[in-house]
């Protein structure tokens, strides 16, 4: 590891200590900009300066930055620092919290010692650098996966009657490993329907999912599991009494390993996905975001080839939103394949690299985001004007042509 007790170049200093971690950036950031002359902040300056970070990051999408920044309190920042990023930050030996006072503000925190006399030296610098990581969207992240895969996930002319009406009529789709894909559309478009007959959940009056060339359409979701297909539903799905590693160890005491080898894997997954400082804690206790990334972590304990993902954005706070962005768009890297529909349209869009739009119960448009952005169908039935203005904006602003 770096000295931190020497000026190290910003973008050093930034992969040190927050990995290139958007959430982690920024709530370092935050602390830096709040702090007085010895690195220390009140837990309230902290969540002053984080929400103006995330406003510029969200004004640096070509977003609503105030419509979005409204939705999310103090309150709810003080409490994202406090549980999630500063607990990050003090596991890596960023930051330090101090002694409550009676002051109300929560508590203080403070740059560790060490690491502030290398803080000091560049100050503006370390600023600049952080800046730039939290406002880097996940969308420009253009990473090839690290692993690679040949499996395929396939849907052929799927049907769907309910009362003599056709809710899903034709509709085809694949996903390949490495690649994120979206099944988007309006509500009563047929996408939640669709998403539960590849999953499993509901059986198809038509029409094939195949996956490697085999029919599994039949197959129950356990033994869909056990061939590699991972699902995250909508609803809360850890065990509320259990601590964040029994969770994971619950998982991985199903798995055939000895009992050395699921310890080292559940201290490589709590490690992985940034979960260690809540490795004692109740499930119940988790807030929306850390519940997800919980969930995550126990699907990557069979080492998956695909995960169907519902909602995943859902009941999650606005902030915690680009935590599991990253997060679901490190998969890929895993050279997983991910099948996401989320009624966050914007959101998703940010991560998967192509996706289907279904309307009225068949697939009407797919290709790219790019390619959605600016198709006409996909406005009219879907994006509708006011977010297909902003999206296209982005587009052009990021990449200065429509092509």
């Known amino acids: 590891m770096t000295d931190p007790t020497q000026a190290i170049a910003p973008e050093a200093f930034v992969a040190q200590f927050t990995e290139g971690d958007r959430s982690t950036a920024m709530a370092l950031l935050a602390l830096i900009q709040a ?3 010895t690195g220390e902040a009140s837990l309230h300056e902290i969540a002053v300066a984080h929400r ?8 640096s999408e070509g977003r609503e930055a105030d419509g979005e920044a409204s939705r999310v309190s103090l309150d709810e920042i003080r409490l994202h620092l406090a549980r999630v990023a500063l607990p990050r930050l003090i596991s890596v030996g960023a930051v330090e919290p101090l002694p409550a006072d009676d002051g109300g503000d929560g508590g203080a925190w403070r740059v560790s010692p060490l690491a502030w006399h290398g803080v000091l030296a560049r100050r503006d610098e370390l600023i600049h650098a952080l800046r730039n990581t939290s406002e880097h969207t996940v969308a420009r992240k253009q990473v090839a996966a690290r692993v690679e895969g040949t499996s395929v996930l396939r849907a052929e002319g799927l049907v769907k ?8 009529n034709n509709v085809a789709l694949e996903v390949k490993q490495g690649e994120i894909v979206g099944l988007l559309g309006p509500n009563g478009a047929g996408k939640t329907t669709t998403f539960y007959m590849i999953v499993g959940l509901i059986p198809p009056n038509a029409g094939r999912i195949l996956f490697d060339g085999d029919d599994i359409t039949r197959t129950p979701m356990f033994k869909r599991a056990r061939r590699g297909i991972g699902y995250l539903s909508q609803e809360p799905s850890v065990f509320r009494k259990l601590t964040v590693e029994e969770n994971i160890l619950a998982i ?12 080292a894997r ?12 809540l ?8 807030s929306g975001g850390e519940r997800r990334r919980l969930e995550i972590t126990r699907a990557l304990v069979t080492q998956p080839k695909f995960m169907l993902l519902d909602e995943p954005f859902a009941g999650v706070d606005p902030i915690a939103v680009h935590d599991i962005q990253q997060i679901v768009a490190s998969l890929k890297n895993r050279g997983i394949g991910v099948l996401i529909t989320d009624h966050n349209v914007e959101q998703t869009l940010d991560i998967v690299d192509r996706a289907y739009i279904v309307y009225d119960g068949q697939m009407q448009v797919s290709g790219t985001v790019r390619e959605l952005v600016f198709d006409d169908t996909v406005a009219d039935i879907y994006l509708g004007p006011t977010l297909t203005a902003r999206l296209r904006a982005r587009f052009l602003d990021e990449h200065g042509t429509s092509k």
């Open 252 to 263: 991985l005491e199903t798995m055939p390993m000895s009992r050395d080898e699921q310890h």
């Open 161 to 168: 009657t309910y009362r003599r009406r056709n809710v899903v």
């Open 35 to 37: 702090a007085n002359d």
């Open 52 to 59: 103006a970070a995330y406003v510029a990051s969200l004004r």
């Open 279 to 286: 490795r004692t804690s109740k499930a119940y206790t988790l």
């Open 266 to 277: 559940l201290e490589s997954l709590l490690n992985e996905l940034a979960i260690t400082h």
